[in-house]
């Protein structure tokens, strides 16, 4: 035992002794609170987005009393009838719990009676769920993962009537349900429980959450703490691939909580699983603030929750979508219920800033709970405040110490670059070191192509992932970064990969018109050193912000390279000669490669090769340096591709042969715009004359910009010292430079 | 010369000798009046949508007025800066004059006179534009019909300051710079000046607002009434194809304007065109019924000016974008400037529709002059009512008997069918005979390509018609029609097109669960008649409405069909089987089947082929009645387009090989949703068990759809009597229909 662990249990024990009152059990206690209850009704009436809120769960909640309960026998995967049904049950349950609190009539409380009546005389004798996908079956779903959503939600609806039912109501509830349901997810799938995984967060806070309305230590020191010993051997993968053990793993909520977040509250999966995992992270969290406050739960690693629901608002773009790091399917947002829950409780347990109130009104819903009724009380007040996404760098890894992801915004979120230089980030990871995305305002101008799975639609193999997801979406060459001898990063390896993380050169977003992020990978291909340097730059001389991209590769053998942009929209104009050919053959015939079409190729332009298309009404041109040699491929995704699992979206593409050290320059303009209904075309065209490598050595590289004006701007690159106070000196074409720190831009 | 003409003529002579108060010539006295001035000074801080639409314009003015007048020699095609400035020049100068008008602040008055100075000095020695693609080019711009569309604007401005100038200035103005401008557009360039056409129009508008302002007479007959003897031969082709000159031609703004539009107001050339065109023919109707309202001409041909704008806002989807029939770029809405022109002048002197307003209020702004005015003071009053676009049958030719567009609505545009079976369309036409498309809201369903064009994008072919647009858009095989034998409808021949039209058979939209709408086209393929019937369908046993698609072939001949559906989304399941090459090749090496790649390929399902996708949050399914020979061709456009010119959208093609009469059955079910927010999917799946043809003969034919619940729905259409008070008995597998009128639904 962790002294740490004996601590807290101690904590426990004497709050057992000496603070009976805690334990009083008064219900509920869990999410929804007496004195909450006493004051959401006390402004009823008062608070328009709470009254609507709550207008509309009422009407919900309502239309499934009229329709009736139903519990079918567990059939199907996610996308059919029985999984579909069983999830909206746990919805409408703990609302109509929290309903039966707030209105205090009967119907709703009889209505969550019966259900897990219903349920409870189920699921005595229920088998494992007959689809056999899932490394741990669950009983009314598919995956234990499933069946603790479910446990999460009822849990709460069961604080809700608890003083509602009999003393032998709850105890056949608790005997031939609840406790069974607990233990099956945790002692019986141990390899599902015990692991450090978003799966095993939603496992441990459902343990954890019945636990709590039974007062059962027993469960509340298995959720915090997992499975002592849960006599798995090392290794062993899920359905998905992800690694089940690894050596000295540790297990628990808590362990859950330390280990993927870093301390500046990134998710190590991604964006898209942060959202679904804070859920369980908070809610759970907020059920031992309310119950157990003394053990510091929701202020755990040094409020590592509250940073994380910060983090999570940062990693959308400006329509409060969430960027598709790793696997994320596009269009998820913070308009998504678990973000609701997210801001609510971060407002109201995380200082109350002014600005959450301003995504709360967007998301035009408030949590039916005290952190809710704040949130709308304060709305009404009129206290809301934009929320202002700033440009940030987000640490990943427990200590923040393996990489992260940089993300430079340029005005109102006009422009944004998002830089992945992050740890693989478990078995939801793409092999994309030093990868990026772009985009204009909420449009993708790069694209990340996010994952190949239709969440829940039964007809796409069965909602889940499907096997492009590995082919294609995972794949290096997928993503906008750089590719050698048509490989993947770590060979494609997951064991591998995890090992090992891009590091930080250095970040600086001081200087709003000179923001930079730049990071190196020297192990995604051994024997090869990627240095990858971005920065969004707004020069005088430009209608708005470009996007500078230095990728300096060094190896010790003579290799292919491969660098693609993902640009969405449609081609306008090229200043290269290309051929077209009639029949489209496949790119080649692994690692993402035979997903691609090649609809054209051709050579470079001298010296700079210019790529313009317009998309969402903007345009964009690409102008990258080049040499003779280089090969321009242009490319569409949707080769090999039989059930139409992939979208026919478009890319450009630098081939480099036969190169050791090189340096790949490219600089991304947006600019003017292009409207439909006035058609009006403005400023179609690119502001660049020319651009050129100045200089290139292991210590400096400079990239020369010369816009169609004349104007010359200069930004040079210490590559090997990034000391903010170091003093630098490169004469250049007989020009001296000196500056301070790691870059000069002028 | 006519009768009409000769009246005409003589009320305008007597008009001269009885109201010479009416030539007392005030000014501004062409679209803004004296009297509209005064009212609008008058209410000035009082209407605030009028007072922002002003605020709007006067920065837009200011703004330019500080950067200084340029009057470019002109050298560029549309999207180049030569054509860009003198367009904003003119759209500028009219402005300017507005806003002198209404702030009488002199330096709106010294901007347009200086203007219009220096395009005098320039004027006077200019050749004809350098660029040489046009059949008649202009001289500020590279064709006439620009520079016609600068006297249009530049006419409002003179009017507006015509009394700020001395006579010295408006003679130098007339001789050197309007008068010239007006002959060398219409007498100098007959063979654009006296066509039937849209050129023609805004040439004739041009040449008539001017002679309105300069009180010459000439001009203005010449305007209405075209040049009497333009010693031009009959044919020749302009530079789009179309042809110039046909036997017996009519010519002038009154020909014009009685032989495009039908009598319900639909423009021949379609929605993209009728827009464009709206602008002139509105304005100078007005400016004729400011200055010589006992002409008429505003009122001509029963109001059909005012009924065009009618029928103009019923041929948008519900986000208001024009129905891209024939060439129409996609994305041109309601919102632009000359729909806000046409939909104030519809309110003001067309009876004051209060429907109107609310379009006004979401185009957010109105013209200056008295009917913005009036519309912004009914808004301020709170007499806006929704617009409500209801199904509407629309015919087209000169006596509205040329065929048609019947577009049918289900619910509050949830669902719209536009259905195709007009005339050619002139020069814009597309080769679509009895085509269609489907939007479900503002989206498209199955969808019409529209043009190969990027207006004023110069980089794309100077922002003309793209070779695509013949090779592809205008293809019979672009479209959600049949195509025989891989050929076009006419075999592409326009001379030939324009001699035919197709017919309507029926058109009923009285019951709205059952609309139908169903036509004919004997001509498009001798030897081949098709008679497609399209019913808009909701039935109780449905969620949402279907459309039941019957298109019914006589040939005399044996011919392979292809009958493809251009759906927007990514394929969700199928119920047949079919291979997907490797390899991508074009489908064919001409009529636009070059542009298809084949993606796919398989046979028809027994019985009932199914194909299901999703596009914008829901689901559509196609259900087919097919025979096992059928072929089913999956398609992506993109083949042999070396510019990237075309999208890569994807067509689901039914091919039936070998037959000479047969019968097509096809059902779109839209059912369900997606929200990639919530993860939910509701209702994928199609609700038919089976569809099958119960009867066809060549006076009935009958489909039967049953749905999964096993519910029949049977509808039988008499092919060959359309009558309303007809009486039909008609006995299928033992049972005995019968029904009065062209269907029965059950």
């Known amino acids: 035992m962790s002294i740490q662990k004996a601590f807290l249990l101690l904590t426990t024990v004497l709050g057992l002794i000496f603070a009976p009152h805690s334990f009083a059990q008064e219900h509920p206690s869990l999410i929804l609170t007496k004195a909450g209850v006493e004051k959401i009704r006390a402004n009823l009436g008062k608070t328009p987005l709470f009254d609507a809120s709550l207008e509309k769960v009422k009407q919900q909640v309502d239309a499934e009393i009229a329709l009736g309960i139903d519990t079918p026998i567990p059939k199907d995967f996610s996308g059919g009838y029985t999984h579909y049904r069983h999830k909206l049950n746990f919805v409408i349950a703990q609302k109509a719990g929290v309903l039966y609190q707030i209105l205090q009539d009967d119907k709703y409380a009889i209505y969550v009676r019966?259900?897990?009546?219903?349920?409870?005389?189920?699921?005595?004798?229920?088998?494992?769920?007959?689809?056999?996908?899932?490394?741990?079956?669950?009983?009314?779903?598919?995956?234990?993962?499933?069946?603790?959503?479910?446990?999460?939600?009822?849990?709460?609806?069961?604080?809700?009537?608890?003083?509602?039912?009999?003393?032998?109501?709850?105890?056949?509830?608790?005997?031939?349900?609840?406790?069974?349901?607990?233990?099956?997810?945790?002692?019986e799938n141990p390899a599902f429980y015990n692991r450090i995984h978003n799966h095993s967060t939603w496992g441990n806070a459902a343990v954890g959450m019945i636990g709590l309305v039974m007062n059962?230590?027993?469960?509340?020191?298995?959720?915090?703490?997992?499975?002592?010993?849960?006599?798995?051997?090392?290794?062993?993968?899920?359905?998905?691939?992800?690694?089940?053990?690894?050596?000295?793993?540790?297990?628990?909520?808590?362990?859950?909580?330390?280990?993927?977040?870093?301390?500046?509250?990134?998710?190590?999966?991604?964006?898209?699983?942060?959202?679904?995992?804070?859920?369980?992270?908070?809610?759970?969290?907020?059920?031992?603030?309310?119950?157990?406050?003394?053990?510091?739960?929701?202020?755990?690693?040094?409020?590592?929750?509250?940073?994380?629901?910060?983090?999570?608002?940062?990693?959308?773009?400006?329509?409060?979508?969430?960027?598709?790091?790793?696997?994320?399917?596009?269009?998820?947002?913070?308009?998504?219920?678990?973000?609701?829950?997210?801001?609510?409780?971060?407002?109201?347990y995380g200082g109350k800033n002014p600005q959450l109130l301003s995504i709360a009104q967007k998301q035009n819903q408030v949590l039916l709970d005290q952190s809710g009724l704040a949130v709308a009380i304060a709305i009404r007040e009129g206290?809301?405040?934009?929320?202002?996404?700033?440009?940030?760098?987000?640490?990943?890894?427990?200590?923040?110490?393996?990489?992260?992801?940089?993300?430079?915004?340029?005005?109102?979120?006009?422009?944004?670059?998002?830089?992945?230089?992050?740890?693989?980030?478990?078995?939801?990871?793409?092999?994309?070191?030093?990868?990026?995305?772009?985009?204009?305002?909420?449009?993708?101008?790069?694209?990340?192509?996010?994952?190949?799975?239709?969440?829940?639609?039964?007809?796409?193999?069965?909602?889940?992932?499907?096997?492009?997801?590995?082919?294609?979406?995972?794949?290096?060459?997928?993503?906008?970064?750089?590719?050698?001898?048509?490989?993947?990063?770590?060979?494609?390896?997951?064991?591998?990969?995890?090992?090992?993380?891009?590091?930080?050169?250095?970040?600086?977003?001081?200087?709003?018109?000179?923001?930079?992020?730049?990071?190196?990978?020297?192990?995604?291909?051994?024997?090869?050193?990627?240095?990858?340097?971005?920065?969004?730059?707004?020069?005088?001389?430009?209608?708005?912000?470009?996007?500078?991209?230095?990728?300096?590769?060094d190896s010790n053998s003579k290799n292919e390279y491969d660098l693609p942009f993902y640009y969405m929209g449609q081609v306008i104009s090229t200043n290269f000669e290309y051929q077209t050919p009639?029949?489209?053959?496949?790119?080649?015939?692994?690692?993402?490669?035979?997903?691609?079409?090649?609809?054209?190729?051709?050579?470079?332009?001298?010296?700079?090769t210019q790529f313009s298309w317009l998309g969402n009404g903007k345009y964009f041109t690409l102008t990258a340096i080049t040499q003779p040699s280089d090969q321009i491929l242009l490319t569409r995704i949707g080769a090999n591709d039989p059930e139409f699992n992939l979208r026919r979206d478009a890319g450009f593409m630098l081939r480099r042969s036969n190169s050791d050290n090189t340096t790949f320059v490219s600089i991304v303009e947006a600019h003017g715009s292009y409207s439909p209904v006035s058609e009006l075309s403005l400023n179609s065209s690119s502001n660049i004359k020319s651009a050129s490598l100045l200089y290139d050595t292991d210590q400096y590289t400079a990239v020369e910009v010369i816009d169609i004006k004349g104007n010359q701007q200069v930004f040079i690159l210490s590559n090997q010292n990034a000391d903010k106070s170091k003093q630098h000196k490169v004469t250049i074409g007989g020009k001296t430079y000196r500056w301070q720190g790691p870059y000069y831009y002028q």
Chains 1, 2 share one sequence.
């Open 114 to 187: 019966d259900m897990l009546l219903q349920y409870e005389a189920m699921y005595k004798n229920l088998p494992v769920h007959p689809q056999e996908r899932s490394y741990a079956r669950g009983k009314l779903f598919w995956q234990c993962l499933n069946d603790s959503n479910w446990l999460v939600y009822m849990s709460q609806a069961y604080d809700t009537i608890y003083n509602f039912l009999t003393a032998e109501q709850r105890q056949k509830l608790e005997n031939n349900l609840f406790r069974p349901f607990a233990n099956f997810i945790s002692l």
């Open 582 to 608: 009639t029949n489209l053959q496949p790119l080649g015939d692994k690692n993402g490669y035979q997903h691609l079409y090649l609809e054209g190729k051709g050579k470079a332009a001298a010296n700079n």
């Open 383 to 553: 206290k809301a405040q934009p929320y202002v996404k700033q440009s940030i760098n987000l640490s990943d890894g427990i200590n923040g110490q393996q990489g992260g992801v940089g993300i430079l915004r340029y005005g109102n979120e006009d422009l944004t670059l998002v830089f992945k230089y992050a740890a693989q980030g478990l078995s939801h990871g793409h092999y994309d070191k030093l990868s990026f995305s772009y985009y204009q305002k909420g449009n993708e101008v790069l694209q990340d192509y996010g994952l190949v799975r239709f969440v829940n639609i039964g007809q796409k193999g069965g909602g889940n992932y499907l096997k492009e997801n590995a082919t294609w979406a995972k794949s290096t060459i997928a993503h906008n970064t750089l590719s050698q001898n048509q490989q993947m990063h770590f060979g494609g390896k997951y064991a591998v990969a995890s090992q090992h993380h891009s590091e930080l050169y250095f970040y600086d977003d001081s200087n709003a018109d000179v923001q930079v992020v730049s990071a190196t990978e020297s192990n995604a291909y051994p024997g090869s050193k990627m240095h990858r340097t971005m920065a969004l730059i707004k020069d005088e001389h430009f209608e708005q912000a470009y996007l500078l991209d230095i990728m300096k590769v």
């Open 216 to 348: 059962d230590e027993e469960l509340i020191q298995r959720a915090l703490y997992g499975i002592e010993d849960d006599g798995l051997p090392v290794g062993g993968v899920d359905n998905d691939g992800g690694t089940i053990k690894v050596k000295g793993q540790k297990k628990g909520f808590l362990a859950n909580l330390e280990d993927p977040f870093s301390p500046d509250g990134y998710y190590t999966e991604g964006p898209y699983y942060q959202r679904y995992a804070m859920y369980p992270f908070l809610i759970f969290a907020l059920a031992m603030e309310n119950t157990r406050p003394e053990l510091k739960v929701l202020q755990h690693k040094n409020n590592v929750l509250l940073k994380g629901v910060n983090a999570l608002l940062n990693l959308t773009d400006a329509d409060g979508n969430f960027f598709p790091l790793n696997d994320g399917q596009k269009g998820m947002s913070y308009y998504t219920a678990s973000l609701v829950t997210a801001v609510n409780i971060a407002y109201y």
